[in-house]
């Protein structure tokens, strides 16, 4: 029965094909090449695209957004770091930008060079006024930052350290009260409730500054943020994220790593004799 019925099915008729094929021929349709089975094997065997001809993201081209970023940031550094006069109004713009990246739904290139340049003018100028009151403590910081990235990259790629929904709800949960005390620490300070370099840091409990339990804290903070932002990268590239978002992770990574040498530089200067 099925057979019969194919049989008489226009799409198995000869006569219909050629019927077709002449009513093509007077519209003057050229016809529809067929191709060999030498033709159809060579398309088979044609490499399939890598996630880079595809425009996806990969790990390789993410690096090269980072190290872009992280070349612009040291660049303006070092021009912060002799012109310390722009790091208040550098501060500022690079809030205003770090905002406009985080809430931009597709990422810009542009805004998280521009970044990059705002924030290392800040940092370049901190660090100059940091080095002005303890001697050396820039390249202790500085170390101490690659040491804790270097390590945090190491753990995550061995697969030891991952980021976790529990974990995450935490650290949120810290972040939040340390921005909480951030901000009532400044108040306080330019109020004048409180003196000092450190504000409500320099209270001691035990003898110990509250600033050398809280730097610890905070640094190990900033380490799970790396890796919530390696993360994310890895995810990226096995779900086949667009390479457009290579510079979200850029930004992400740059953010974390400026916040975990801020903290580190704070951290430092409590274990050092001033000027």
């Known amino acids: ?44 065997d044609l490499p399939t695209a890598t996630a880079d001809e595809a425009g996806r993201m990969t790990y390789e081209d993410t690096i090269v957004k980072t190290l872009i970023s992280f070349g612009i940031l040291v660049a303006a550094a070092a021009i912060g770091w002799f012109v310390p006069i722009v790091t208040i109004p550098a501060a500022l713009v690079g809030f205003v930008l770090a905002l406009v990246n985080t809430f931009k739904r597709k990422p810009s ?20 006024f940091y080095a002005s009151l303890w001697q050396g403590i820039v390249p202790i910081a500085v170390l101490g930052t690659l040491g804790v990235v270097g390590v945090t990259l190491a753990l995550f790629a061995s697969g030891r350290v991952r980021a976790s929904a529990k974990a995450t709800k935490v650290f949120l949960v810290l972040l939040v009260g340390y921005l909480v005390f951030s901000v009532i620490n400044v108040v306080l300070m330019l109020t004048g409730v409180v003196s000092g370099f450190g504000g409500l840091r320099d209270v001691t409990i035990f003898g110990i500054p509250l600033g050398i339990p809280l730097g610890i804290l905070v640094v190990l903070m900033a380490a799970y943020s790396l890796v919530v932002d390696f993360d994310q990268v890895k995810r990226g590239v096995e779900t086949g994220q667009p390479r457009i978002y290579g510079w979200t992770a850029a930004f992400g ?22 000027n």
């Open 1 to 44: 029965m099925a057979n019969f019925a194919f049989s008489n099915s226009p799409a198995f008729d000869d006569r219909a094909a050629r019927r077709i094929a002449q009513r093509d021929a007077v519209a003057g349709v050229p016809p529809v090449p067929v191709p060999t089975a030498e033709q159809l094997q060579a398309q088979y």
């Open 109 to 128: 290139p542009a805004l998280v060079l521009l970044y990059g340049g705002a924030e290392g003018l800040f940092v370049g100028g901190i660090s100059s």
């Open 253 to 274: 990574i740059m953010v974390t790593v400026v916040w975990l040498y801020l903290e580190i530089l704070r951290l430092v200067s409590y274990f050092m004799p001033r």
